[in-house]
């Protein structure tokens, strides 16, 4: 037996009303939760069961908003209705309504998946109670269908992964094979093996009666090869998808064979065979059609614009490669020309450099201005490799429309372009020359796939003939120059200041550093890592300075390197160490307590044998100290000897020392071992915080980060928090602390407790 009850008391008239399964088999406590219901304001419809038939029939005619039990009944006890719900409406809030259940069965019922429990003497809590219940179910409602919608994105980013690999793959074939037969054969196994389509099929026009012969196929299976040609083929007409795409030169594409409005017979067959999709694409010479290739797909959906967008870039490569074979030019084509962005490489640059030259003769000048796009492989790993391409084919398209001789511009690989440009004139108009060459391109940001880039370059130059009087030399200072400006931090740099760079004041720089820890010439200032939420100062990073005798301060970028290329760093940083250490117990003596301290360690301590033992030895003292030691290391040093350095790292992980990882986003660690590693701490990099609040995709990448550093359990801290805004930003995505001019600069160990006064000061 069943009951329906309804009120629409109290709530607004745009609301549906909830609709409620009672189980109660007394219709006057029915009446009073429905009367404690239109009390509170709620639209519903109730229907009332008793009985384990009623409510299976309640739950399997429509969902329900909400289940309300009591615990005991005469037909059924509370607890089956609860496995019932369970099984019938997993996600519909279910809450017992009872006089007689206990505390121990409530939490056993809590446990099973009842989502609360009201004493029927204390109904004034049933509204807050229900209101609660449907709040939580809403919220679960909506996180998961968020998780949905990654996983579909995730999805969709593995298929495009398998098609640019399809596309690389079919680029290396068109280099490697010259025989037209064994190319298509091989594109169309690349097709199923590394596309992951089900079959792929490759037809050309017969030159004669301009019908479609097919030439080759790949299949998953080996069985019904010669049928599915057939099928390919058969005789549709203007309604056959291979002629369509011929005729019309673009894509045609059946995305849902099951609801395709020209749905046939043939399409039906196609389904009993597994396949969903189907997409045919020209192959054209010069605009001409040739062919066509089409693919088959056991997923329904696949072929959306990105999808055809690779695949028409793969068809492209194909007809070219197919145009040439006759002339055996194939093979020297993309020996001279990157498939990618379709520019000149390295040989035949410098080629086309050496005829400028030997054109315009030694008084002419001739500028090579040689560029890399910065943090490519930080927006490979972040938004995946096939952005990374989209961004250089965009830059590549863009040079080609800002320079009208398309042979003056070339691609070396790995984001590096070049440039051949007249002399501007001296070497002082070197920067109008660069801001009207390569910088221009980059003014307005890149858009691809819903993310707005704004990459930025570092260059390196070399003028004709002052620095070179043959064009391989010149191209090859220009490369030298820009090593330099990777290695010097700076946007760009002349070759002439590249021979300048070992001179005999350097060398005496390095030859007074390597006396400077006998001398006691280091010292450690310290910056303070704050908590975004509280403002609590919760650690430091203790930094290594260099005070010279003859130059005072010495940047680090300039007296590092040469202690890592000594081998000297080994005992300075163990110097480090047990300068933190000390300074931890000074501190503690005026009554700052609790800090933690976290010390750089460069790849040479990390590969030594009895790093560990060093470690411990060091920070023994402190270590039953409410505070601590942490050690910060980079990406780059986890790949040079990975095992090992997981058990190195999880020994002194083990003892109580935490373990971060600096500068993270800018190195090539594959985030798949994140889950191994022995880390506590991400440290966002500070090139990405200084972008945060003028490029979307830089606060895509820090939200990323701060996302997969809470799935492992790890905490974020960002570096370089400059500005107020940054930090709201900061707050925004989720990251843990901060540490930045914002806050505090680098201080003497000395001044820390007055530094820690101040912003504790400041917090109140």
């Not at 010439?521 to 930094?543: D, T």
């Amino acid at each position: 037996m069943s009951e329906a009850l309804r009120a629409d008391a109290g709530a607004k008239p745009s609301r549906a009303p909830l609709r409620v399964v009672v189980v109660e088999d007394s219709v006057t406590d029915a009446e009073l939760l429905a009367r404690h219901l239109a009390k509170a304001g709620l639209r519903f419809d109730i229907e009332c069961v008793q009985t384990e038939h009623d409510f299976v029939a309640a739950l399997q005619r429509a969902t329900p908003d909400l289940i309300l039990s009591d615990f005991s009944l005469p037909q059924f006890d509370g607890l089956r209705a609860l496995d019932l719900a369970v099984i019938h409406a997993p996600q519909t809030p279910f809450i017992y309504v009872s006089g007689t259940i206990g505390e121990e069965r409530a939490i056993d019922a809590l446990r099973r998946g009842a989502t609360d429990y009201v004493l029927k003497t204390n109904l004034a809590r049933l509204a807050s109670a229900i209101e609660r219940a449907l709040r939580e179910s809403s919220l679960r409602a909506a996180k998961e269908k968020s998780d949905r919608r990654r996983q579909q994105q995730g999805v969709r980013l593995q298929r495009l992964t398998r098609t640019y690999r399809m596309l690389s793959s079919t680029g290396s074939a068109i280099l490697r094979l010259r025989n037209r037969a064994e190319l298509l054969d091989e594109v169309c196994r690349i097709g199923v093996h590394q596309g992951g389509y089900e079959r792929v099929a490759i037809s050309l026009m017969d030159p004669g009666t301009a019908a479609l012969r097919s030439r080759a196929c790949a299949v998953m299976e080996s069985d019904h090869k010669g049928a599915i040609l057939d099928l390919e083929l058969d005789d549709g007409g203007e309604a056959n998808l291979s002629l369509r795409a011929i005729h019309s030169g673009k894509p045609a594409v059946f995305n849902d064979l099951a609801e395709s409005e020209e749905s046939t017979g043939r399409h039906s067959t196609l389904i009993l065979r597994g396949y969903h999709a189907l997409a045919a694409l020209p192959l054209q010479i010069d605009g001409t059609p040739i062919g066509v290739i089409t693919l088959f797909s056991g997923q329904s959906g696949v072929f959306d614009a990105a999808e055809l967008s690779l695949l028409q870039e793969l068809t492209a490569n194909l007809g070219f490669a197919l145009q040439y074979h006759e002339k055996d030019e194939a093979v020297q084509f993309l020996s001279y020309f990157d498939s990618l962005t379709g520019l000149a490489k390295r040989p035949l640059f410098c080629q086309r450099l050496a005829q400028t030259l030997q054109a315009g003769g030694p008084e002419a000048g001739c500028t090579v201005v040689v560029f890399d796009v910065q943090k490519l492989g930080a927006i490979n790993d972040s938004l995946g490799r096939y952005v990374g391409d989209q961004l250089i084919e965009n830059i590549a398209s863009r040079l080609k429309v800002t320079f009208a001789q398309a042979d003056r511009v070339a691609y070396f690989g790995g984001g590096t372009f070049a440039l051949m440009l007249d002399n501007a004139g001296s070497s002082e108009d070197t920067g109008r020359l660069l801001q009207n060459a390569a910088a221009q391109v980059f003014v307005e940001p890149f858009k691809i796939e819903g993310q707005e880039l704004r990459p930025t370059i570092r260059s390196g130059v070399a003028f004709f003939p002052h620095d070179a009087d043959n064009a391989d030399v010149l191209v090859q200072n220009a490369e030298a120059a820009l090593k330099v400006a990777r290695e010097d931090n700076e946007k760009y740099v002349l070759y002439g200041f590249v021979t300048q760079r070992p001179t005999s004041r350097s060398m005496a720089l390095e030859a007074r550093l390597a006396g400077a820890l006998d001398r006691q010439e280091f010292l450690l200032h310290y910056q303070p890592k704050v908590n975004i939420g509280s403002g609590e100062v919760e650690g430091l990073e203790a930094l290594l300075r260099w005070r010279d005798s003859e130059e005072g301060l010495v940047s680090p970028v300039r007296f590092v390197p040469l202690l890592e290329r000594s081998g000297a760093i080994v005992d300075v940083g163990e110097w480090v160490l047990l300068q933190a250490v000390r300074d931890i117990a000074t501190w503690a003596r005026a009554g700052v307590t609790g800090m933690r301290v976290a010390v750089n360690v460069s790849p040479l301590q990390l590969r030594r044998r009895d790093f560990v033992e060093r470690v411990l030895a060091g920070v023994a003292p402190a270590l039953h100290a409410k505070g601590g030691v942490d050690i910060e290391i980079t990406e780059s040093m986890l790949m040079q000897d990975l095992e090992l350095s997981i058990r190195k790292l999880t020994q002194l992980r083990e003892a109580g020392i935490g373990v971060a990882i600096d500068d993270f986003g800018t190195g090539y660690s594959s985030l798949r071992l994140l889950a191994r590693l022995p880390v506590d701490t991400l440290k966002i990099d500070r090139s990405f915080v200084q972008d945060i609040t003028d490029t979307p995709s830089a606060m895509t990448l820090v939200s990323t980060v701060v996302s997969l550093a809470r799935a492992y359990g790890m905490h974020t801290v960002a570096e370089g928090v400059e500005t107020a805004e940054q930090l709201t930003m900061l707050r925004q995505s989720g990251c843990d602390q901060a540490q930045g001019y914002l806050f505090a600069r680098p201080n003497p160990a000395s001044e820390v407790p007055g530094v820690m006064n101040r912003l504790v000061g400041g917090r109140r």
